[in-house]
């Protein structure tokens, strides 16, 4: 059974950190492109990062020098790294195996003024 888990979202203030993780089971993580995207109310989902089988990250314009996504090829999880958080970064986090298709349930992060 495909399961992709996603956790470590909340409610910061603006300026703070957050660390989301995503563990994945069911599937061969190691040759997964791993993703991010986020969906705030009224929007559609965007792509905030990827990370490739390799290693090779590439991300939204608009988080860049702010986010950072990596991955535990061990551990099975990728996680994202979310520093000077805006309040438009408000949405719900969603986490994306490529190869698998599959989606976790998502984790909401909240950043207030």
């Known amino acids: 059974q495909v399961q992709l888990v996603e956790s470590g979202g909340g409610l910061v203030q603006a300026g703070g950190s957050l660390r989301l993780s995503c563990a994945a089971s069911g599937i061969i993580f190691s040759i997964n492109a791993m993703g991010w995207y986020r969906q705030a109310p009224g929007k559609q989902r965007e792509l905030v990062a990827r990370i490739t089988s390799g290693g090779t990250t590439n991300y939204a314009d608009s988080v860049k020098g702010r986010f950072t996504i990596s991955r535990d090829n061990v551990k099975n999880t990728v996680y994202l790294q979310m520093n000077s958080l805006k309040p438009e970064d408000t949405a719900v986090y969603y986490c994306?195996?490529?190869?698998?298709?599959?989606w976790g349930q998502g984790t909401q992060v909240t950043v207030s003024s």
């Open positions: 994306n195996a490529e190869i698998a298709r599959a």
